[in-house]
């Protein structure tokens, strides 16, 4: 069975100089190696010798291909380097504000001049609304270059800020997947990836993947906002979504992002064991772990 990771992070430099500069003040020329190292996480050497690892760690557990996502701001190059190094390996996502200045510009660059193919929206820690304008605009220009739009919904929390203590200023309400139905129904063309099935949000999730046929879950991380719902099991979560959403609109993935921990083998073999649970068809359990990510980014 092809095994494709639809939820990878590549942390480059560029994102341990961001925090370093959060942390130590924006004047400060702390180092990738320094806040690595605050982390207890190894440093990331060059974006091309960080591309070499993630492929080497993907051969090691039999993964085709995976998704790498640019965690901050100002990082496409560096995920558009381990593309370019690795370019049938890895697709190339990025974190984008829609509500910053000059954000279609940038979307237009990383979809065409850099070859990256998706977009991701984390509107609680930027603070915008689904439904705003400005992420329409951003929809438009994926629209222009048959890209993909990734939108987190729901509760966030983001383990290195945790880790080095500093704040999490985010608008959870901002994270509605309602809101992200409205927009995404106005785009038809452009497949939509909500991930950790709206990380709290699972009925509206649910609701949004009904109403709206673009709208695919990514299954990744331990999807720890379980314990918000008592007594809800993974098995019960991924029966619900392929009863509303279908087979088709399933991706596996694992949140795996620093080293030593690399790629998160443990996440498969849960996600593994629960379908295996549910006994679905080998026929779907392969769309969901490979064939579904091929046909959204085919090679």
Known sequence: MTLNDSHCHFLSARFYETLGRERHGA???????????????????????????????????????????????????????????????????????????????????????????????????HRYRLDDERVSSLFEVAASHRAVIFAHCGYLSIEARTKLGLPATFDLRCGDPLALAVTAARFPNVPVVMPSFGAGFLREALMAAESCRTIHFDTSSSNGWIKYFPGLTLAEVFRRALAIAGPDRLLFGTDSSYFPRGWRRVIHGAQQTVLDELGVEPEVVGKIFGGNFARLFPV
């Open 27 to 125: 004047g400060s020329t702390v180092t990738a190696d320094r806040i690595a190292t605050e982390l207890g996480w190894e440093p990331p050497g060059t974006p091309e010798a960080l591309a070499d690892r993630w492929a080497a760690e993907l051969d090691r557990h039999h993964v085709t291909r995976a998704a790498l996502i640019a965690s901050v701001g100002g990082h496409e190059s560096s995920v558009a380097a381990a593309v370019r190094r690795h370019p049938a390996r890895f697709v190339g996502f990025f974190v984008l504000n829609p509500a910053a200045s000059g954000a279609t510009e940038v979307a237009q660059r990383a979809f065409g001049e850099l070859g990256l193919r998706c977009a991701c929206l984390f509107p609680a820690m």
